[in-house]
């Protein structure tokens, strides 16, 4: 009887989550704010649905980049500002461009890194024996159109081996016309795929 009962108990706080979230209001008009709107719900589906752990550490690298662009900047401006110019033009030099690579850099890590990455979630083995299993979720949502395109990737962290799905949809399709999110008719969209990849991951 005792693991029907953790089956119900988790069933049913995942029907609570559902019921006791507020709903999200945005501007329907705004296409970054659909999409961000969108691209949280997912998450949420995920973490508090499933209770995977978000991995940061995509953003930790861009930060990282940034962090560092930032600090020849601020060098530059301290530099120059006990010893002013032309004194430090060498040292101004070498500090815009290393700034202006480091933007170079942040550019081709977003593009061909992060490829419109919104999440990691790591499906951690409760024994803590097995390498976490890995869940990657990218979207995009094209300027002027009305197609969100949603992918979730699964990487097994024992096989080593990925496999992805993606579904596209009408924005309309989970946004009402008062701007808020039905979560009723989104979070069965991301668990059927969810499901899915589950499912060919055990017959494998």
Request: charged fraction near 25%.
């Given at each position: 009887m005792a693991p029907k009962e953790g089956v119900l108990s988790q069933q049913s706080q995942e029907k609570e989550w559902s019921a006791d979230e507020k709903p999200v209001k945005i501007d329907k008009w705004d296409g970054s704010a659909v999409k961000n709107a969108l691209d949280d719900a997912a998450?949420?589906?995920?973490?508090?649905?499933?209770?995977?752990?978000?991995?940061?550490?995509?953003?930790?690298?861009?930060?990282?980049?940034?962090?560092?662009?930032?600090?020849?900047?601020?060098?530059?401006?301290?530099w120059d500002y006990l010893h002013p110019f032309p004194q430090s033009k060498p040292v101004l030099i070498v500090c815009v461009c290393s700034y202006f690579l480091l933007m170079g850099v942040l550019t081709v890590y977003t593009t061909y890194k992060e490829k419109g990455i919104f999440m990691v979630a790591l499906d951690k083995d409760k024994a803590g024996v097995d390498p976490d299993n890995e869940w990657t979720l990218s979207s995009t949502l094209?300027?002027?159109e009305s197609d969100y395109t949603l992918q979730i990737s699964y990487y097994d962290g024992q096989s080593r081996q990925s496999r992805s799905l993606e579904t596209t949809h009408c924005v309309a399709d989970f946004i009402d016309e008062n701007g808020q999110i039905c979560m009723d008719l989104f979070e069965p969209e991301v668990k059927k795929m969810h499901v899915s990849l589950s499912s060919e991951k055990k017959s494998k």
């Open positions: 998450k949420k589906v995920l973490t508090d649905g499933y209770g995977y752990v978000e991995s940061y550490r995509l953003v930790d690298g861009r930060l990282g980049i940034c962090t560092v662009a930032v600090a020849f900047a601020a060098f530059a401006l301290l094209k300027r002027y």
